[in-house]
C-alpha cells in the first residue's frame, strides 16, 4: 500500500531556513503528483500555502516555497519566525481520483 | 471575502447517518471544485471526497465509497455530504475546502465535528 512520507519533527532556528519533504513509499514525487502543502495550528482549520508543487496560496509570504528536491516533494520556509511553529503536511495525487495525506510533520522554532 | 460555514455535525450511534452541509460565500462556487476533508486524532488529516462544478465526475476514498454522497446545490452555493452506515472510525472534524481538477484549493471551512458512538 502506497503511503505518503514526511519527517515526523524538524526544529529549525529563528531567522533560519528549513527544508520539510514529501515522499512516496512506492516510487518518486513528481510534479504529476501535484503536491500541496498545508499548515494546521490547533484550533484553526489547516492553512494552505504552496498548491501544485510550487503555486503559493492567496496571503501567503514568499518565505514559504515549494519544489521538487530529487524525489520528493519540499516545502522550505526562509527566514523562520516563532508562529511558524505548527504542523505542516503535504498531499499528493496518487491516483486518477485518489489523493492521500502525509503523516504530518511538528516544526519547532526554537 | 471568502466564506465556508460548514453544519450538520453531532452525535450519532453506530450505523447511524448524517447530513453534513456546508455553506459557501466571497467565490464562484459553480465553477470551482470542491471537497471534503475529516480530521481524527489518531490518523490526522484524510481526503474524503471531491466533487466536479457540474456534479461529475464524483470521486471518494475506499473507506467511505458505498456509504458517503457527496453532492452540491450551485444556486445555492452549497456543499453536501450525506453520511450512512456509520462507524465508530468515521468520528472526526470535517472540513469542507475549495479544490482543484488535481489538489485542494485556498480555503478551508472551521470544520464541524462528528462524533459517533454508542
Known amino acids: 500500500q ?12 529563528p531567522g533560519g531556513t528549513v527544508t520539510l519533504t514529501c515522499g512516496l513509499s512506492s516510487g518518486s514525487v513528481s510534479t504529476d503528483h501535484y503536491p500541496s502543502w498545508y499548515q494546521r495550528t490547533p484550533g484553526h482549520p489547516p492553512r494552505t500555502l504552496i498548491l501544485e508543487t510550487n503555486i503559493r496560496s492567496s496571503g501567503v509570504p514568499d518565505r514559504f516555497s515549494g519544489s521538487i528536491l530529487g ?16 504542523d505542516y503536511f503535504c498531499v499528493l495525487y496518487v491516483a486518477s481520483g485518489f489523493w492521500m495525506f502525509g503523516g504530518g510533520t511538528k516544526l519547532t522554532v526554537l | ?17 448524517l447530513r453534513l452541509s456546508c455553506a ?13 476533508i475529516r480530521q481524527t ?11 466536479n462544478p457540474g456534479g461529475n465526475p464524483i470521486y471518494y476514498v475506499e473507506s467511505v465509497e458505498g456509504r458517503f454522497i457527496i453532492s ?6 452549497s456543499l453536501y455530504l450525506e453520511m450512512n452506515s456509520l462507524r465508530v472510525e468515521d468520528a472526526a472534524v470535517y472540513f469542507c475546502a475549495t479544490a482543484r ?5 485556498d480555503y478551508w471551512g472551521q470544520g464541524t465535528l462528528v462524533t459517533v458512538s454508542a
Not at chain 1, 77 to 82: L, V
Not at chain 2, 1 to 17: D, F, K, M, T, Y
Not at chain 2, 101 to 105: A, L, N, P, Q, T
Open chain 1, 2 to 13: 502506497t503511503v505518503v512520507t514526511q519527517e515526523p519533527s524538524f526544529s529549525v532556528s
Open chain 2, 1 to 17: 471575502e471568502v466564506q465556508l460555514v460548514e453544519s450538520g455535525g453531532g452525535l450519532v450511534q453506530p450505523g447511524g447517518s
Open chain 2, 41 to 51: 486524532p489518531g490518523k490526522g488529516l484524510e481526503w474524503v471526497a471531491t466533487i
Open chain 1, 71 to 86: 524525489n520528493k516533494a519540499a516545502l522550505t520556509i526562509t527566514g523562520a519566525q516563532a508562529d511558524d511553529e505548527s
Open chain 2, 72 to 77: 452540491r446545490d450551485n444556486a445555492k452555493s
Open chain 2, 101 to 105: 481538477e488535481y489538489g485542494f484549493g
Open chain 2, 24 to 36: 459557501a460565500s466571497g467565490f464562484k462556487f459553480n465553477i470551482n471544485w470542491m471537497t471534503w
